[in-house]
């Protein structure tokens, strides 16, 4: 018997409270129809947290117990209170893997992960996009074919404001001519991160299969191998120095 | 006739103000030192800039009128105020070319960009470093041969905490048994950032032709293309999309 | 005065001898068309070379006084001698720059220097093609805007059969629904690498501002900084070794 | 029950037959030590093919049956005929693993492969190698520490002509003063490569259990998600083009 993986899926869980369009597609929030497909999966223990619960429900305890995040927030990015971003930002260096999805792109954690800008072209517009397969041997593409459809989303398009991606996954062609690099990976100190462009609130876009399929495979992608707490360490030679009659080892440790 | 390169020198000049060894080697400081070789070369215009000036000597003045910021500071990174730091970001990610010297590694403004812990192993001893160029096409290289050494620096050893550089240009070899990614680029946004490792305060390292060589080279590399201020626009179809009757466009820019 | 950039401009001078669309478009050739503007530009030195020439017209003279060799084939792939390939790649390797265009993704020397099978989805259909900018900061894009625009275009969609390029450039719109990475570089030994998909032959492509923009840029970015021949040296070590009475050097070069 | 992962591990076996020094340490020659250790894994089928055998047992059947091959060359790389070069370079892009040892780096297989020259610096000499782990949390350095030591070990050193690594693994620290790119990994096509530096047929390197656990992890690593065969498809529109009299679709397939 192996360990589940553990998942926490955290929603900003405002616009289903304000949108009735919304909380028509995702009438216990968005976070609980993501968490809904994952819980399906053998060997996971999925838990959600969102904005409003306190510590934003991503205590050092629940972050300690997640292997992997799953992040969709959009219209309150600002209140998230920067020393949980902090935390969870500290946690994918020492190993957790994060999902971030569509509108996350501004999320703080992402930004502070990244570094950049990761701005982009946008238009809330009901435009059918296409997201070709990139890479057909990776595992998060795994049971998409060569390229999967969803009939209405919100349009993203480049330039998209990241570094270059360790592995581009998915481009997306738009019917309004645009084109957008809409699944990307990167590794940041021991965490894997993987950015998926889908999920505007006001479309069904996690119900579709694709879009789940895709996710349930990026957990898996995205599960830990290690976790290595923060050090720079002071570190004697291994092999003897010249003679130095000036040269002192110090003992303090992360003096920097 | 070309318009001039004009360069920035950032050094903190904190240590040359405690510590006479220091001050013997830099008398003017590490930063003046550091200006002086590049002021040596044609169509340039150089400045520097300190910890202890006001606003650190980055006003928004100076930022926007720099093409190359070169940065050394060390055990006060812990004052360089934060919307300084801010304000240094995003002139890099406009197009700003960065050059981030030794214990930088740990400068806020290189770890704001990068987004990883940036720790490495270090040692306060007397070694010889060997830095073995992996890239011998590469501007930054060029005047420099298969290796150079530097006879008495600090180590800083493997593993360094940052995301897989764009170009690995040099790897160090230390007598006590390290090796370290000494010349690393990436680019953010628009800006080109090299981390080049040598140069702890004690040795006179910045006084040695081939460290004075790589950073002159280094600062060309460097030199913007462009400088491009973030937007994150809402942006109208450029092919016709299907008809929605609930579809519309909405005027406000960047409302993200 | 500087030395000229010296460019050689191949092309497999077919189509235009057979189509007589072609010829009416490019009637001295492809070649000569993308010569004679590359020949407009500054300080440059260009001639051309065709398959039927001798040696392909890519004698080893010619090669060691081309510091970059921008090629078109298409219909004879097969007919381009092996010793020729090989001789090309061999000064690709020591720092030539090479433009490979468009159905240039099948030559011989593209699929040597990348190792991958280079395959594509295409479709010979006057499609309308977008090419995205995804790095307004890169030599290659300079005067070129967000996107620009090809008329008529034969489709080449994703999945494309290359490595991962170090830099990601262009990707292109279809009307047809599909998607490329269309402006790719890679640095392979000491040469750069810039593929540039545009180029039909029954279409007027070279003749269009934007894509001599993009060739023009790009030969000038592939300047080579070095020429440096393969070696691989036994190399006596520069620090001492522990005792051991079996060692002996060998004074033998290249043995392997 | 899962399918085992079914490996062959390809040898020389030249050295073993003509140096008493390799057949002491080899018995069964070096293939077989390799595949011992392979074997006593569980979930794996691990066979042995020598360059001897017919079609150097590299047959399209042993090919079709393997899901990581593991190889090991050094005196006879010209001997490996073409055509078995091609076949498994062929198998390699469809998506089979390779792990490419030691003197492997000039392997036909690989150079192909990589497109670049492959060389480097060496010294058949009693050296002590130290190879420092780069990437903590990657699946193929678990349960190696921070850097483990081979005591006798012949000299690699850089530059190395590889096209950069897609990710880097191991750099070593070698007593006569060089370093090196040790452990590199790249995705070419749908397959996984890793290149491991240790293994001079005159040490016992493949008998220490580090090394062991490294390839151990690597063919885990390698293990093939897909097998996609070559194609270049003649893709018709997903999306209506606008009316154009002279376009016709071509029914051919892989014109090119």
Redesign the interface.
């Known amino acids: 018997m192996t360990t589940p993986l553990r998942i926490t899926v955290w929603g900003e869980y405002r616009h289903e409270n304000k949108n009735p369009k919304v909380a028509a597609l995702y009438p216990q929030g968005m976070h609980e129809t993501i968490a809904g497909f994952l819980r399906a999966q053998p060997e996971v223990s999925v838990r959600t947290a969102t904005l409003d619960e306190p510590e934003h429900g991503l205590t050092e305890t629940v972050l300690a117990e997640t292997d992997v995040l799953v992040w969709w927030g959009h219209m309150a990015h600002g209140e998230v209170r920067d020393e949980v971003v902090e935390r969870a ?1 500290k946690r994918v ?1 020492e ?1 957790m893997g994060l999902i971030m999805l569509h ?1 996350g792109h ?1 999320a703080k954690l992402f930004k ?6 990761c ?10 996009e ?1 997201l ?8 998060i593409t ?1 049971g998409i074919g ?1 390229y999967f459809e969803i009939p209405s989303e919100e ?1 993203y ?3 998209f ?1 990241i ?2 991606p ?3 996954i998915f ?9 957008f ?1 809409s699944g990307c990976t ?6 894997r991160i993987f950015y998926f462009r889908p999920g505007h609130e006001t479309y069904p876009t996690y119900h579709q299969p694709e879009v789940q399929r895709v996710i349930t495979n990026a957990v898996r992608w995205a599960k ?3 976790c ?1 707490p ?10 003897a ?2 003679e ?1 009659p ?5 003992s303090t440790v992360g003096h ?1």
């Open positions: 930002k260096l190993g509108s501004y502070a992960l990244l570094g950049t800008t701005s982009l072209k946008w238009r809330e517009a009901n435009d059918k296409r070709w397969n990139i890479r057909p041997d990776h595992p795994q060569e349009m398009g480049e330039p404001g570094p270059t360790d592995e581009l481009i997306s062609w738009f019917t309004g001519g645009e084109v690099r990167w590794v940041r100190g021991n965490g830990p191998t290690v290595i923060d050090v720079c360490p002071n570190s004697p030679p291994i092999e120095l010249p130095d000036e040269r002192q080892f110090r920097k």
